[in-house]
């Protein structure tokens, strides 16, 4: 069995882009202002199965009847772990991008600077923020503000917004080919300035695939009207594959500030995350996690949201679940009958997710670590 990595990308957006994640709005299909990770993952996987795949685009793999054989769905689909929201990159000594950032983060109305406060400590400590700063100048209540810009949690440096524009479509009829009457919308499409970043957690075996996507010059394709030629993005490699044990041995002195300070875990959602579980009237979803390997959860600091997505295998609407947006933070405190928490699996979680494994893999339940203030 091959180590798990994460391997860094650079994407270079060629076209605008338009990034849907959600219903559209009367006649007005708005666009997120990054990459999404189940975006991200689903297009490299694409262009993974164009290498793979003697059937190209004619035979979905849900349908295949080679699906019990093949190489794809049996070993590269499973080996990617997990792929992060491509933002724009930030040039700090050690970026760490967040499209929602902490909830816990507030701003003032009135000066223009655009500083970030954390004001995520006393929200732990005291349960609220009353009296916390969030302005040098200004301390007034009226004045303060969630702050909701994209931002680096590393160095507190708000993220390049993209540019955002509308574009008009029309519906063509199937039959005659001519347009059909009285529709008409509209799609937000999004212009990113620089590059942007993404990271992928993959078997070390499968970097292969990732390697020939760079050396080649391949093109990955994200979001909606292809057909348009939006959403075309260059993959650029930075640095080679680190392996996660690595990684997690860089985050235990972070693990063990935790729980020196506050006895327990801060985790900040990175994606929507949920838990579904067997209750008294059946099946139900909630918006966080309730147990992760010995730590209970104990604090919440967020809001709850539905999501959903689309079968392919029979052309259907999956069920909505509840679940935490992104941005939501939580704590999570050691149960005393779990013995002392392991720093080195705490610290993994921000490479694999919590909570179940079939949410995972639609890239929910991703996490970070909270930094902690210094």
Known sequence: ??????????????????????????????????????????????????????????????????????????????????????????????????????LTWAGCKVCTDGRPYDLTEEIIINGSTAGARFCDTHDEECF???????????CKKPLTMPHKELRPGIQIDDRTGSTVTG????NETCTFEGHLRTSVVIDEDLCQYLDRLVDENRMVMVGAGRGRGWGLMQLRKVGQPKGIDGLCDELVPLVECHLERFGGIIMIARSPVAEVRLGDSGWESVPYVERI????????FGRAT??????????????????????????????????????????????????????????LNQVVLWRCNT
């Not at 069995?1 to 338009?18: H, I, N, Q």
């Not at 303060?144 to 590393?154: A, E, K």
Request: aromatic letters at 8%.
């Open 144 to 154: 303060r503000r969630p702050y909701t810009r994209p931002v680096c949690i590393s």
């Open 183 to 186: 529709v008409l919308f509209f």
């Open 306 to 363: 539905t999501v959903s997505g689309w079968a392919l295998s029979t052309g259907l609407q999956r069920p909505m679940i509840r679940a935490a947006i992104p941005g939501s933070v939580f704590f999570y405190r050691p149960e005393e009958s779990a013995g002392k928490p392991e720093p080195e699996k705490i610290a993994r979680y921000e490479f694999t997710g919590i909570g179940e494994e079939l949410l995972r893999n639609s890239q």
């Open 1 to 102: 069995m091959s180590r798990t990595v994460r391997v860094e990308l650079y994407l270079e957006p060629l076209t605008e882009a338009a990034l849907r994640e959600q219903l559209p709005a009367r006649n007005i299909h708005l666009s997120e202002r990054y990459v999404t990770g189940k975006k991200m993952r689903g297009a490299l996987l694409s262009a993974i199965r164009r290498e793979l795949c003697p059937y190209g685009e004619n035979r979905r793999c849900i349908n295949c009847q080679d699906r019990a054989t093949c190489d794809f769905t049996q070993s590269v689909i499973p080996g990617v772990v997990q792929v992060t929201g491509a933002l724009p990159a930030c040039d700090c000594d050690s970026p760490l991008e967040l499209a929602h950032p902490p």
């Open 293 to 300: 390997d010995g730590l209970r959860l104990e604090r919440t």
